[in-house]
Structure formats: C-alpha cells, structure tokens
C-alpha cells in the first residue's frame, strides 16, 4: 500500500500515521525526518539543503524530491510506505506521481476553531513528556507527573502561530484535497472524534 496522509497542523496526522504504519507493517516516511537524517549523515543532498536552511530559505522542491526519491528506493519501501504531511503543493504531488502511483489518499479534516482549542491546550515538558488541559492534564496543575517541572506552551502552539500555519495550509496544501479528489484517490475521515475511532474508520478504508 502506498498512502498519503493530509490534514490540517494539529489534525493528529503523527499519532495516525504511527497506528496505521504499525498495523500495515510499511515505513511511515516523514520528509522533514529524512531532511534531518540527510544532514546528520552529510550527504550532498543534506548540505545542499542545510545550506539554504543556515541562509533562512526554503528548500525547494528539486531538493525535497531528491530526497523522497532516495527515500522509496530504499528496500523497506517495496512493499508500500505512508507520506505524513508530504507532498505540501501540487507540484509536489505531480512529481511524486512521475515517481510511482499513490493507492489512496487520506484527510483527516478538523475544523481550524477545533485545531486552534486543542494547539492552545497543549503543554509540553522539558523531559519529553506532553500534556492537554482538557483531553490530558498534568495531576497537579502545570507541573509534570514524570519529573515535577513546570509545563511550557511551546510557540508553535501559541494561537497567534497556528492561525498563520492554518493560513498556509489553506493557501498551499487544500488544494491537493481537489487534486487527489478528480483522480478518485481521496478519502476522508472526521478529525474531531477519538483517536482509536478516527483509526479504526482509516483501517475499514484500507482494509
């Protein structure tokens, strides 16, 4: 199987991406994941691309493609992969397509108030570990049950920020939504409902 993932920051896109990538036994390929690893590793790709990241621009997408298509020829991609997040633009979705077909595209779509409540509610912790205070909170108001620190809201998060990411996502991402649609490769699942029930309607779609 091989499967996009799409949705708006804050859909829950890593938690079902992770679910699904277990369940179905394929790599879940995030491309800011293999960016990072491209650097670690110093290829030329990945010194190419944390040029352009030390100058403060965006690494186009001749770039990111080079790397996607590293990526898919790596032998745990012969039996099917899972892109989160990726492709972002339409060019980038009419590359990857040169590159193999797509079997089924997924949105998990939430309405931007619910995504700007929960990115709002999110606290995080030094230690790794993350809270919600409504859907997780900490035993004792923002401090963390694994070491005692005070929780954070990280900047990301802030009201402010996620407005501007959903601003982008509308602009460069939705229209993939359409893209995906005429080709009868999308289908779509209901972000506002619980985690498991949001997997197991992804699960009846693929299965």
Do not use: W
Not at 32 to 41: P, T
Not at 107 to 134: F, N, Q, W
Not at 174 to 184: A, G
């Amino acid at each position: 199987m091989r499967l996009i993932l799409i949705g708006p920051p804050g859909s829950g896109k890593g938690t079902q991406a992770k679910k699904i990538a277990g369940r179905y036994n394929i790599p879940h390929i995030s491309t800011g994941d293999i960016l990072r690893d491209h650097i670690k590793r110093g290829t030329e790709l990945g010194m190419k691309a944390k040029k352009l990241i030390d100058d403060g621009k965006l690494v186009p997408d001749d770039v990111i493609m080079g790397l996607v298509k590293d990526r898919l020829g790596q032998d745990d991609c012969k039996e099917g992969y899972l892109f989160d997040g990726f492709p972002r633009t339409i060019p980038q979705a009419e590359s990857l397509s040169g590159i193999g077909d797509i079997d089924r595209v997924i949105l998990i779509s939430v309405p931007d108030e619910l995504i700007v409540e929960r990115m709002k509610g999110r606290r995080m912790c030094k230690c790794g570990a993350t809270y919600h205070v409504i859907n997780n909170p900490p035993k004792e108001d923002n401090k963390c049950d694994r070491c005692g620190e005070a929780l954070f809201v990280r900047d990301d998060d802030k009201e402010e920020t996620v407005r501007k990411r959903l601003d982008g996502y509308h602009d460069e991402t939705e229209p993939l939504i359409d893209f995906y649609r005429t080709k009868d490769k999308l289908a779509e699942v209901a972000g506002d409902q619980q985690i498991d029930v949001i997997f197991d309607e992804i699960c009846k779609l693929l299965d």
